[in-house]
């Protein structure tokens, strides 16, 4: 009885189906901005950035806009996707945690013009389990992007960490969030679409640590540097 329990509530998890070009979602994501360009602060896992969101002027996608892409070129081979998400609506970005599965697989197009071909979008027909939240229970949902390293950074913080002391990189971006009022999923009917009010977006421009973070480095290496004089 306790494993079966336990397989209904694992059943019985929402999803969000991870497919960016569709009929109502259509997300492009470029590499970071120049500071001039970006014009969103974001704030996630310990680091703040600018980057820039809305939906390019892509006539070839589902909801073109004419947010411009001054710097950079639109993602693809080398970056990764994951979904983003916590129970309830309304959450802030800052409370999101990552759901996989990590996608690494990008559309692409001749010539590379992000504004006429596929440059940007991922290419997945997964869905992602968002863990702890029930099939007809709301979410809130983002999607992240990272630079994962020749694919050896296989998560959204690890990223973070790898790429935190590097300035001028792109290491990471989060979309804007979206309200899902009733997630789908086994059991429970087709697994939610991204929501259609999540746009386009940018990595950060360059991401810096918050002065918590900030400071706990200075005692560490403070610590570390009293350790070695002992040592000497």
């Not at 959450?91 to 001749?110: E, F, I, K, Q, R």
């Not at 013009?113 to 869905?127: E, H, I, K, R, Y």
């Not at 059991?187 to 640590?209: E, Q």
């Amino acid at each position: 009885m306790a494993l079966l329990a336990g397989a209904a509530s694992v059943y019985s998890q929402g999803q969000v189906s991870l497919v960016d070009y569709g009929s109502t979602t259509s997300i492009q994501v470029f590499n970071s901005q120049s500071a001039a360009a970006s014009t969103t602060s974001i704030s996630y896992g310990g680091y703040n950035g600018q980057e820039e969101m809305g939906n390019s002027a892509n006539a070839n996608l589902f909801a073109p806009g004419t947010t411009s892409y001054a710097a950079g070129s639109a993602l693809g081979t080398g970056y990764s996707i994951q979904l983003l998400a916590a129970a309830g609506t309304g959450d802030a970005v800052s409370s999101l945690v990552a759901n996989g599965p990590v996608v690494t697989t990008w559309y692409t197009a001749a010539g590379g013009d992000p504004t006429t071909g596929f440059n940007g979008l991922w290419l997945s027909g997964a869905n992602a389990t968002i863990s702890g939240v029930g099939v007809g229970s709301g979410a809130t949902v983002a999607i992240a992007a990272w630079n994962n390293e020749a694919g050896t950074v296989g998560s959204l913080g690890a990223a973070q960490a790898a790429n935190a002391a590097a300035p001028g990189s792109d290491p990471w971006g989060i979309s804007g969030t979206g309200n899902i009022a009733s997630l789908g999923g086994p059991g429970g009917g087709t697994p939610s679409s991204i929501p259609g009010s999540i746009s386009g977006f940018s990595l950060v421009a360059s991401p810096t640590p918050e002065p918590s973070t900030i400071a706990l480095g200075v005692i560490g290496a403070s610590a570390f540097l009293m350790r070695l004089r002992r040592k000497q």
